[in-house]
């Protein structure tokens, strides 16, 4: 693992000092990660374009937001679904706390929509979706970040968000 952290830094001492003076860095651009921010009260994000995924978001409403310990999250949500969604489609689920790995799995998205009062199949057309949770005061406080990126059982994206930096904090 040491190694792997200090591959870079081996790499660029092992240039040649007339490389390193071409000052590489200072003539390129910054990278740039586009946010594609999702519609509504959240802290949502895309991770890609969504024009192909088969799930239109019209919009995410979370109150509160940013989501508090120890109190109820009320998560309100619509958009189109352009196919129907069969069992089989799946979420790959990945939570950090900083830079630490919490969760990464792959779970089944029709037993995780019974969650939320939805059976499979989902069905084309409009959806909505309005659901309390009412989260624990014991979260650690800290950031974290979430990503599920969801397709149908025939690999078809139904979409793909994350959010970022979300912040718990002691009161």
């Known amino acids: 693992m040491k190694l792997l952290a200090t591959a870079p830094f081996l790499l660029l001492n092992a240039l040649p000092i007339s490389a390193r003076a071409l000052n590489f860095f200072d003539t390129q651009s910054p990278i740039r990660v586009e946010s594609l921010p999702v519609n509504g009260e959240n802290p949502l994000e895309y991770c ?33 679904l352009l196919d129907t969604v069969e069992e089989g489609a799946i979420v790959l689920l990945e ?6 790995t919490l969760l990464k799995q792959q779970v089944d998205l029709c037993e995780q929509v019974k ?10 057309g409009d959806l909505t979706l309005s659901k309390d949770v009412d989260l624990p005061k014991e ?30 904090r002691r009161f």
């Open 139 to 168: 979260i650690p406080p800290g950031k974290y970040s979430v990503l599920a990126d969801v397709y149908t059982n025939d690999q078809r994206q139904i979409t793909c968000l994350r959010a970022t930096n979300i912040e718990f």
């Open 115 to 124: 969650n939320v009062d939805i059976e499979c199949p989902l069905e084309k």
């Open 95 to 100: 939570v950090k706390y900083g830079l630490i």
């Open 48 to 80: 890609a374009d969504p024009s192909a995924h088969l799930l239109q978001i019209e919009k995410v409403d979370l109150h509160p937001n940013p989501p508090l310990p120890g109190q109820t999250l009320s998560i309100k949500a619509n958009g189109t």
